[in-house]
């Protein structure tokens, strides 16, 4: 494979379970990043990770725990979250020193919380 | 001071038509300028890309336009075509950031044939 690669695609969950989101990069970045995407919103950048070190958490909920084993993969653990949380979740990747910070996404894990 | 703003929200263009989307911003620290283009069920991916010190940047069809003055940049899809409909988002990146990108909220065009 190459690319990034997210998944499940799709995941359904109630308020009081939990589940993982798992992205895999084979482009060998060294940073990665967590976005949300809701309609008719820019992207909202939640995590970024650089060389496996968290290096931004823009004031996210604590129902979100990301985990980053090392530079290739990506996690987002979702514990307790609610409706508002339904949305795209987009993992990119980039390779910093690199010449223009071209990000480069996945399709996505499309959540609904019910 | 942050906020990358995108205009319109979407737009219909007829085939063979020009499709323009403009972004204005007001941080003169920014110093990247790229588009995504993002299609239905994929993640957004980079279409072109311009810096502060040219005002035009062109690649086949699509073309930004940079006014450095009035803080501004746009798109134009030239002879659009329907497979350019798409959702297209602009960003604006400050050196030192982390890569971290402002993005503006996108445009959803349909072109239709």
């Known amino acids: 494979e190459t690319g990034v690669t997210q998944t499940p695609r799709h995941l359904v969950m109630g308020m009081t379970n939990k589940k993982s989101l798992k992205c895999e990069q084979h482009l060998g970045h060294n940073a990665m990043y967590w976005y949300k995407q809701s309609a008719k919103k820019p992207l909202e950048l939640m995590f970024v990770?650089?060389?496996?070190?968290?290096?931004e958490n823009n004031s996210v909920p604590s129902r979100f725990s990301p985990e980053c084993p090392n530079s290739s993969h990506l996690f987002l653990h979702l514990h307790t979250l609610q409706p508002e949380d339904s949305a795209l979740y987009l993992c990119?990747?980039?390779?910093?020193?690199?010449?223009?910070?071209?990000?480069?996404f996945g399709e996505g894990s499309r959540l609904t919380v019910l | 001071q942050q906020q990358v703003k995108q205009s319109p929200q979407s737009l219909i263009v007829q085939k063979g038509g020009i499709s323009i989307i403009n972004c204005a911003y007001e941080?003169?620290?920014?110093?990247?300028f790229p588009w995504y283009q993002q299609f239905p069920g994929k993640g957004p991916a980079l279409l072109i890309a311009i810096r502060p010190d040219v005002s035009e940047k062109k690649e086949g069809r699509f073309t930004i336009s940079f006014n450095k003055s009035a803080k501004q940049f746009s798109l134009h899809i030239m002879d659009s075509q329907p497979g350019d409909s798409a959702t297209y988002f602009c960003?604006?990146?400050?050196?030192?950031?982390?890569?971290?990108?402002?993005w503006g909220a996108g445009t959803k065009l349909i072109i239709k044939p």
């Open positions: 941080n003169t620290a920014f110093d990247y």
């Open positions: 990770y650089n060389f496996k070190e968290q290096t």
């Open positions: 990119a990747s980039t390779l910093t020193g690199g010449n223009t910070g071209e990000l480069f």
């Open positions: 960003a604006a990146y400050i050196p030192g950031s982390n890569y971290q990108l402002i």
